[in-house]
């Protein structure tokens, strides 16, 4: 089962199928892989010692950058990733970022966020829509409405934690839609990056 994968000069780690949220524009239902991938879903959650063990065998020729992210949200198994990204920082030099939905306190309320301290380089989150209702109809978490705010929170909080945070939304919701996104990620201090909606996972990004 693939826990790596090479993606466009990046390394992405693919540790869990689970996630709180079904994303209108979610990959995972355009087909099973991304990039040189051929299936992320697993056949199991990997364990800490299965996942050291495919890293240390993959080749990382002219990688310097790690991502979690695959088909799950990574924040589904929070301290796994911690434990994992610690042993990347202590047997590499690669760069480490999150890619998340930023809903980690309704996931796993015993995460700290001061972990990522000194770890986690960036962490990528999907504001996705610019107040709680329409954040709702494209992600639709399980959460429901509290949900959007909570993701707020996890921003604020992990930029005053580590070196870089930004938002990304997808153009699935209108452009006016975008500019207030673009409002509230400028109010917070924190850039936006506008992906492009693509049924093509190749060309994924
Ligand atoms: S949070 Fe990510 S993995 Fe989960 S449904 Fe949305 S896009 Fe898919």
Aim: glycine fraction near 6%; aromatic fraction near 10%.
């Amino acid at each position: 089962m693939t826990i790596f994968y090479r993606f466009e000069n990046k390394l992405y780690a693919n540790i869990t199928n689970k996630c709180p949220c079904a994303c209108v524009f979610c990959i995972r239902k355009n087909g099973d892989g991304v990039g040189g991938s051929d299936s992320l879903w697993l056949e199991h959650e990997p364990s800490i010692e299965e996942i050291k063990q495919a890293f240390d065998s993959f080749d990382k020729t002219g990688l310097h950058e790690l991502v979690f992210c695959g088909y799950g949200e990574p924040m589904s198994r929070s301290g796994v990733l911690i434990e994992i990204a610690k042993y990347v920082k202590q047997t590499t030099d690669m760069k480490i970022r999150i890619n998340t939905n930023g809903l980690v306190d309704f996931i796993n309320p015993e995460f700290d966020p001061y972990s990522m301290r000194y770890i986690i380089d960036c962490v990528s989150i999907s504001l996705n829509a610019p107040d709680p209702e329409s954040y709702a109809e494209v992600t639709r978490p399980k959460y429901g409405l509290p949900s959007f705010n909570s993701m707020l929170n996890f921003a604020r909080l992990a930029k005053s934690i580590v070196p870089s945070v930004m938002f990304t939304v997808v153009d699935v919701i209108s452009p006016e839609q975008i500019k207030r996104c673009q409002e509230l990620a400028d109010g917070l201090d924190i850039p936006l990056r506008v992906r492009h909606y693509v049924t093509d996972n190749e060309s994924y990004t």
